[in-house]
């Protein structure tokens, strides 16, 4: 599920789009923002970094969704840092206030958020049985069929091993053996490197 943001919440909300660069940072692990952020365009991910500097991939943030809610929700520190990966990425900023205000005067857009945030909610919980409980081959199949988002046609994953593997908590050699297997199943294809599902 996700929320469509138009001229007229751009309007109401005195959203700003900004443009950002790929390796920019949006929002750094830590940092309290006034700012609800919104994907119109591009590549998102969101990390944590271990003790050790090392980066732990989260998840991607899709196209035409808000991403840090809680944080921005609740005036927290973000729990994770949010980079750019495609060359350039488009983000709408809207101050916390201005939002609130607009949530509360719109009730099908505040039903709609709640449930955008609930989605997450589960899908974040369901990440984490599937990375405790599962093999590496049910595990690489749920995050392939979270990516298509239930289209049926065979579509490019747009994910290198590294990032399924820091996804899944695998190493990259597991995810390149499984793959493999998988491949040989026929339940994926892999073409010039990239694989298709």
């Given at each position: 599920m996700s929320l469509e943001v138009d001229n007229?919440?751009?309007?109401?909300?005195?959203?700003?789009?900004?443009?950002?660069?790929k390796d920019d940072i949006i929002v750094e692990e830590g940092m309290i923002s006034r700012f609800f952020y919104y994907l119109e365009q591009g590549d998102l991910c969101v990390y944590h970094f271990t003790e050790d500097g090392k980066e732990f991939?989260?998840?991607?943030?899709?196209?035409?969704?808000?991403f840090g809610e809680p944080a921005t929700l609740l005036e927290k520190p973000f729990p994770r840092t949010v980079k750019v990966?495609?060359?350039?990425?488009l983000v709408i900023k809207i101050?916390?206030?201005?939002?609130?205000?607009?949530?509360?005067?719109?009730l099908d857009w505040n039903i709609d958020f709640m449930k955008t945030i609930a989605a997450k909610a589960l899908g974040r919980s369901d990440a984490l049985k599937n990375i405790i409980f599962?093999?590496?081959e049910?595990?690489?199949?749920?995050?392939?069929?979270?990516?298509?988002?239930?289209?049926e046609e065979e579509m490019l994953i747009k994910l290198t091993r590294n990032e399924m593997a820091q996804m899944l908590g695998l190493t990259v050699e597991t995810v390149?053996?499984?793959?493999?297997?998988?491949?040989?199943?026929?339940?994926?294809?892999?073409?010039?490197?990239?694989?298709y599902y």
């Open positions: 007229y919440f751009i309007e109401k909300t005195n959203a700003v789009k900004k443009r950002y660069h991939l989260q998840h991607k943030v899709r196209e035409h969704t808000f990966t495609s060359e350039e990425a101050e916390r206030a201005k939002f609130m205000e607009f949530l509360s005067s719109h599962q093999n590496p049910e595990k690489i199949l749920n995050l392939l069929n979270k990516y298509k988002k239930g289209k390149i053996r499984t793959i493999k297997k998988m491949e040989k199943k026929g339940i994926l294809k892999i073409l010039r490197g990239k694989v």
